[in-house]
């Protein structure tokens, strides 16, 4: 295919850097920073930098924070030839999804959403890497009337840069389990940071300490940006969670050791069991 990559962040970059290391794929990397699309054609990460020309793309790739997605989208879909298939890899779909369908069926265009579920502590292209989907989930948050031959294509795409687990599923549902997967986690790792001890914690801290704090390093801007579009399944799962974790406040205030014996146990079993269930799973 030829493929059009818009924003050469870690994601976007990261992209490049796949399809050149795994695929055939002819890729042109579109950044705002043309220093950067410079540095991706060096590194044989893209084929081309993008001349300012919509026209002859199989596949767009807008890897753009959400409301600069859509931005660019609506002020650009004209351009594209008709017929062209657009993605976006942004972490939030749903209510989003719908407008950027809209924007695609007014210009003749093809919409599904995609999320590699893949990151690192730090953005930006100098952190992007070839293998960085390698072994990653990879969810493809469809309609039920898109085409079979889009979705197959994105699952393809998927396979080829190394994804594990491909999921399709609809923008409503990526949403609420991205809330609980995802951007409950990231607001967990914030709030979790802001202990009075976290400048004393050198010589302290272990493995437990780095999995806790490794994503408080966000992007405020564009997980604000996630938080505010997910916010009621946002907000039900740091309910849940603010409960959950009352309990274990009150056992040790009540001295209870019976009720914290029972309450670890719990959270054991039920890990134990999500264990059990992953491993069986199919990619």
Known sequence: MNILVVGL???????CKAMKKYTY??????????DIEEFALRDVAVDDTFSGNFSGFDLVILSLFPEASEKFFRENAGKF??????????GIKGRFSERMRKTAEENGLRYIGIHPMAGKEFGGYANSSADLFVKANFIIAAEENDPDT????????????????IVVTSPENHDKMIAYTSQLAHIVSSA??????????????????QDMTRIATMNEKMWTDLFMQNRENLQFELDTLIGNLLQYRDALENADSEKMLSLIAEGRK???DNIRHRVGQPN
Not at 9 to 15: A, D, M, P
């Open 192 to 209: 979790y940071v802001k202990s009075p001890e976290l400048q004393l914690e050198c010589g302290f801290s272990g493995g437990s300490f």
């Open 150 to 165: 889009d979705k197959e294509t994105l699952a393809s795409l998927a396979k080829e840069i190394g994804a594990g687990k």
């Open 9 to 15: 962040g870690l994601i976007g970059g990261s992209l």
């Open 81 to 90: 030839n008709k017929n062209t298939l657009v993605t976006d890899v942004c």
């Open 25 to 34: 794929h002819h890729v042109t990397g579109c950044d705002i920073n043309k």
């Open 270 to 272: 039920l890990k134990e």
